[in-house]
Nanobody
Framework: QVQLVESGGGLVQPGGSLRLSCVAS????????MGWYRQAPGKQRELVAS???????NYADSVKGRFTISRDNAKNTVYLQMNSLKPEDTAVYYC?????????????WGQGTQVTVSS
């Protein structure tokens, strides 16, 4: 089973940027479709962005044009570049990995990293 460790969260002012990283270990990284989810207090966890094994990205409407997901298979790492951050982006961000033969599974999760957007 894959293990995921996120990093890069923190406190940033509105309009600022952060880059989240998620390092995977335990099994070959290239077999996983990867995703970033977030959960704000009192809200359900939601998909922010995902990227297939072939590098095709998908974004939630709320982050299109501001966030960019990418992956480096050589480093077993997926990134989320977040620009023009807004207070409503405040949440715990989680990395998720789903094997390509189980696209409907819940997948494996990291421990999460807090992102706070506030002045």
């Amino acid at each position: 089973q894959v293990q995921l460790v996120e990093s890069g969260g923190g406190l940033v002012q509105p309009g600022g940027s952060l880059r989240l990283s998620c390092v995977a270990s335990g099994t070959p990284f290239s077999i996983y479709n990867m995703g970033w989810y977030r959960q704000a207090p009192g809200k359900q966890r939601e998909l922010v962005a995902s990227i297939t094994t072939g590098g095709s990205p998908n974004y939630a409407d709320s982050v299109k044009g501001r966030f960019t997901i990418s992956r480096d298979n050589a480093k077993n790492t997926v990134y989320l570049q977040m620009n023009s951050l807004k207070p409503e982006d405040t949440a715990v961000y989680y990395c998720n990995a789903k094997p390509i033969w189980l696209p409907a599974s819940s997948g494996s999760w990291g421990q999460g990293t807090q992102v706070t957007v506030s002045s």
